[in-house]
């Protein structure tokens, strides 16, 4: 072990974590140190920044992990980067790179996760992880940059790349270092645009960014990432998991156990909030969380956004719960799996959707839980679906049940948010035996209340129940593309462009 890997495992014995864990933070917290440094790069000199990016996250890896494990990760970005340049208007190039870049990270992940018999929390594959995001969506973003503009997607034209990068670029984007442990995952032109200083990024003549104040965006991002990982500190040996599967709380009513659940759920959040409001804070100081004015002039920051916590705890359906949590990875299931299964014309069903969550459980690894949360989840979705089709119009304008709405809402976020704290658990266990415990400790709630709700909607008729009894009260029932969305789509702000925008078309 390195001399800072032994300073970070005495400082993880005193704290009472595990070492993996103390490890993250150090990552996470050194890309602020790294971010001043990077802004006395001048904003014209974009070879340097794209060094600058590889030789930082190059140095945080080998501070920790084996140098093996860089050398594997810089092969698999060049395997993708030959693949791309060669082979880019080849219709199976980036389903080739997405099957073979997932395929391996997914032996990567056996390796430590089954074979191994010391899996940890936090380790080289968590930065990995991003890196599948990436390469995935380039490769698709190289396809599309071959494709005439009106056969591409129409949310995916702005990502499409038009003009194939140098291997420095391309290295950067993948080495970026602000987002290089746990992301978020941009779009290789979002990066481009911030090297290059266009669109929002644009530079003046002088060569000064003109990119707001970056201090209350910072500030906001890094103190809640402190909060939670004090929430995280103090409370996540008290309200764990484990407790409903050891025997200590077996003695405990039915009702406190399902309220420790709940204790334990939002505790259990508070490690990846830390690290993605760390995360955030740390591209917002470097620049690169900056989206752009919206229609009120306002400058919003919202690029390197990867969770809203209220938008969270506080969602009234599976719909609005997915839309706030990972949303980059959300992004990537979307753009690189969701939207590529489903045909021109055709609405999506529910192999598309379980296609889906089990690319995202595959991304996150071996562990039965996560099979177990998943399968639960994409349940989860489609009740939560049919819902907002059949009965939620029942309490909106001009229904006779309007009034009823405020009723509606509340049991919405009740039902959504105790459930995910259930569906949640076994990600968090990991093990079958100890996921099946912790269901059967509350009585297997959530799983019996989804069960019964989608087969008494989609099964026994009580969706067109529903649809009677709205038709009877003056509602007109609509079906919309976003009700068929199952995995996190966040409508883009209204960006206004800003003098130089066009400075893309120019170069």
């Given at each position: 072990?390195?001399?800072?890997?032994?300073?970070?495992?005495?400082?993880?014995?005193?704290?009472?974590?595990?070492?993996?864990?103390?490890?993250?933070?150090?990552?996470?917290?050194?890309?602020?140190?790294?971010?001043?440094?990077?802004?006395?790069?001048?904003?014209?000199?974009?070879?340097?920044?794209?060094?600058?990016?590889?030789?930082?996250?190059?140095?945080?890896?080998?501070?920790?992990?084996?140098?093996?494990?860089?050398?594997?990760?810089?092969?698999?970005?060049?395997?993708?980067?030959?693949?791309?340049?060669?082979?880019?208007?080849?219709?199976?190039?980036?389903?080739?790179?997405?099957?073979?870049?997932?395929?391996?990270?997914?032996?990567?992940?056996?390796?430590?996760?089954?074979?191994?018999?010391?899996?940890?929390?936090?380790?080289?594959?968590?930065?990995?992880?991003?890196?599948?995001?990436?390469?995935?969506?380039?490769?698709?973003?190289?396809?599309?940059?071959?494709?005439?503009?009106e056969d591409v997607i129409p949310e995916l034209r702005s990502?499409?790349?038009?003009?194939?990068?140098?291997?420095?670029?391309?290295?950067?984007?993948?080495?970026?270092?602000?987002?290089?442990?746990?992301?978020?995952?941009?779009?290789?032109?979002?990066?481009?645009?911030?090297?290059?200083?266009?669109?929002?990024?644009?530079?003046?003549?002088?060569?000064?960014?003109?990119?707001?104040?970056?201090?209350?965006?910072?500030?906001?991002?890094?103190?809640?990432?402190?909060?939670?990982?004090?929430?995280?500190?103090?409370?996540?040996?008290?309200?764990?998991?484990?407790?409903?599967?050891?025997?200590t709380t077996a003695a405990w009513p039915l009702w406190k156990?399902?309220?420790?659940?709940?204790?334990?759920?939002?505790?259990?959040?508070?490690?990846?909030?830390?690290?993605?409001?760390?995360?955030?804070?740390?591209?917002?100081?470097?620049?690169?969380?900056?989206?752009?004015?919206?229609?009120?002039?306002?400058?919003?920051?919202?690029?390197?956004?990867?969770?809203?916590?209220?938008?969270?705890?506080?969602?009234?359906?599976?719909?609005?719960?997915?839309?706030?949590?990972?949303?980059?990875?959300?992004?990537?299931?979307?753009?690189?799996?969701?939207?590529?299964?489903?045909?021109?014309?055709?609405?999506?069903?529910?192999?598309?959707?379980?296609?889906?969550?089990?690319?995202?459980?595959?991304?996150?690894?071996?562990?039965?839980?996560?099979?177990?949360?998943?399968?639960?989840?994409?349940?989860y979705s489609m009740v939560g679906r049919s819902m907002r089709?059949?009965?939620?119009?029942?309490?909106?304008?001009?229904?006779?049940?309007?009034?009823?709405?405020?009723?509606?809402?509340?049991?919405?976020?009740?039902?959504?948010?105790?459930?995910?704290?259930?569906?949640?658990?076994?990600?968090?266990?990991?093990?079958?035996?100890?996921?099946?415990?912790?269901?059967?400790?509350?009585?297997?709630?959530?799983?019996?209340?989804?069960?019964?709700?989608?087969?008494?909607?989609?099964?026994?008729?009580?969706?067109?129940?529903?649809?009677?009894?709205?038709?009877?009260?003056?509602?007109?029932?609509?079906?919309?593309?976003?009700?068929?969305?199952?995995?996190?789509?966040?409508?883009?702000?209204?960006?206004?462009?800003?003098?130089?925008?066009?400075?893309?078309?120019?170069?």
């Amino acid at each position: 072990m390195s001399h800072l890997e032994l300073a970070l495992a005495a400082a993880a014995s005193k704290l009472g974590m595990p070492t993996d864990v103390v490890k993250g933070g150090f990552m996470l917290t050194s890309a602020y140190p790294l971010a001043l440094v990077y802004a006395l790069i001048p904003a014209r000199q974009t070879t340097l920044r794209h060094l600058f990016s590889v030789a930082a996250s190059a140095s945080l890896w080998l501070s920790l992990f084996a140098a093996q494990g860089l050398a594997e990760i810089a092969a698999t970005c060049a395997a993708t980067y030959v693949a791309a340049f060669f082979f880019r208007e080849k219709r199976w190039m980036p389903a080739a790179v997405f099957v073979c870049v997932l395929a391996h990270f997914c032996a990567r992940l056996f390796a430590v996760q089954v074979l191994s018999s010391h899996a940890q929390k936090f380790d080289a594959t968590t930065p990995m992880m991003v890196l599948v995001i990436k390469l995935t969506t380039f490769a698709w973003n190289v396809y599309d940059g071959t494709k005439k503009e009106e056969d591409v997607i129409p949310e995916l034209r702005s990502k499409a790349i038009r003009k194939f990068p140098d291997l420095l670029e391309f290295f950067g984007f993948a080495f970026f270092f602000a987002a290089f442990l746990v992301g978020p995952a941009f779009d290789f032109n979002d990066y481009r645009d911030y090297t290059n200083g266009l669109g929002v990024f644009a530079v003046s003549k002088e060569g000064k960014s003109r990119i707001p104040s970056r201090i209350l965006p910072t500030l906001r991002a890094t103190l809640g990432g402190l909060c939670w990982m004090a929430v995280m500190v103090v409370f996540s040996k008290t309200y764990s998991y484990e407790r409903l599967v050891d025997g200590t709380t077996a003695a405990w009513p039915l009702w406190k156990r399902f309220l420790f659940m709940q204790a334990c759920g939002l505790v259990a959040r508070s490690k990846f909030y830390t690290a993605w409001l760390l995360s955030e804070g740390a591209c917002n100081l470097v620049g690169i969380g900056y989206s752009g004015l919206d229609k009120n002039g306002e400058p919003q920051w919202d690029r390197a956004r990867n969770v809203s916590v209220l938008g969270f705890e506080l969602a009234q359906n599976p719909k609005l719960l997915i839309d706030a949590w990972n949303v980059r990875t959300g992004f990537w299931l979307k753009n690189c799996v969701y939207l590529r299964l489903v045909k021109p014309g055709q609405k999506p069903g529910g192999l598309v959707t379980f296609a889906t969550f089990l690319t995202s459980a595959l991304w996150h690894g071996f562990h039965l839980g996560y099979y177990l949360t998943f399968s639960l989840g994409a349940v989860y979705s489609m009740v939560g679906r049919s819902m907002r089709r059949n009965v939620r119009p029942l309490f909106l304008e001009p229904s006779k049940y309007a009034p009823l709405k405020p009723l509606y809402d509340f049991l919405g976020w009740l039902l959504t948010w105790t459930a995910i704290n259930f569906i949640a658990s076994p990600f968090t266990l990991w093990a079958l035996d100890k996921s099946i415990a912790c269901w059967a400790s509350v009585g297997y709630y959530a799983l019996v209340g989804l069960v019964v709700m989608y087969l008494g909607m989609e099964k026994l008729g009580g969706a067109q129940a529903f649809r009677r009894m709205g038709k009877n009260a003056g509602v007109v029932h609509s079906r919309t593309a976003s009700e068929d969305m199952e995995v996190p789509v966040v409508a883009e702000r209204e960006v206004k462009a800003v003098p130089d925008a066009d400075l893309r078309k120019r170069k």
